[in-house]
């Protein structure tokens, strides 16, 4: 790997910990349920470009087939988490 890639994988890791801890701090300090939802949604979002980072880092593919399962449950955790907020259950 050049040391442009390095240095940009490694600062694009550094961004993505400062955003994870801010969205840390609003899902425990949102005064609303769908402040948490969406905070816990970029959570996931923000994890999933992380492994994605990881993977060209370390040159494998393992970690976009994380990625992959961790956008389709971060996708069904929120329906869920929104169809809640809505309706007060989400299995009818």
Same mark, same amino acid.
């Given at each position: 790997?050049?040391?442009? #890639?390095? #240095? ?26 769908? /402040? ?9 979002? &923000?994890?999933?470009?992380?492994? #994605?980072?990881?993977? !060209?880092?370390? /040159?494998?593919?393992?970690?976009? %087939?994380?990625?992959? &399962? ?18 007060? %259950?989400? !299995? %009818?």
């Amino acid at each position: 790997m050049s040391p442009v #890639l390095s #240095l940009a994988v490694t600062a694009t890791l550094v961004l993505y910990a400062l955003a994870m801890a801010l969205a840390v701090l609003r899902l425990t300090r949102g005064p609303r349920a769908q /402040d948490r939802v969406l905070a816990l949604d970029f959570l996931f979002v &923000l994890a999933m470009l992380a492994m #994605l980072v990881l993977a !060209i880092r370390y /040159d494998s593919r393992m970690y976009f %087939e994380g990625a992959l &399962l961790m956008a389709l449950f971060g996708f069904v955790g929120s329906a869920a988490m929104a169809k809640f907020l809505l309706r007060g %259950e989400v !299995i %009818e």
